[in-house]
Nanobody
Framework: QVQLAESGGGSVQAGGSLRLSCAAS????????GGWFRQAPGQEREFVGA????????IYADSVKGRFTISRDIAKNTVYLQMHSLKPEDTAVYYCTASQVISARSEQYDYWGQGTQVTVSS
């Protein structure tokens, strides 16, 4: 069993940066791929990015490629989402997830955090 808790959300002006953290409990988290999804009001949940369990591979949605970076600290059981050059359209609730395989498909993720709000003002 894995429990995930996001932190680091908040409000920022366009062009700014935020770093989200996802702290996991459960000794098996280090063997899971870590992912980030987001959901804006009135929209479906969308994939942001993911990192393999060893951290050697990352994948990103085209909308965030070049601006967002995912990393993980295995010793701390934590996955990070560093966000730069934020835009108003990045405003959403961001969710941390864990899966046995790195994937852009939400149905392949077994565990989800409660989410953290990111608001980008113009």
């Amino acid at each position: 069993q894995v429990q995930l808790a996001e932190s680091g959300g908040g409000s920022v002006q366009a062009g700014g940066s935020l770093r989200l953290s996802c702290a996991a409990s459960g000794s098996t988290f280090s063997t899971y791929a870590g992912g980030w999804f987001r959901q804006a009001p009135g929209q479906e949940r969308e994939f942001v990015g993911a990192i393999s369990w060893r951290g050697g591979r990352t994948i990103y949605a085209d909308s965030v490629k070049g601006r967002f970076t995912i990393s993980r600290d295995i010793a701390k059981n934590t996955v990070y989402l560093q966000m730069h050059s934020l835009k108003p359209e990045d405003t959403a609730v961001y969710y941390c997830t864990a899966s046995q395989v790195i994937s852009a498909r939400s149905e392949q993720y077994d565990y989800w955090g409660q989410g953290t709000q990111v608001t980008v003002s113009s």
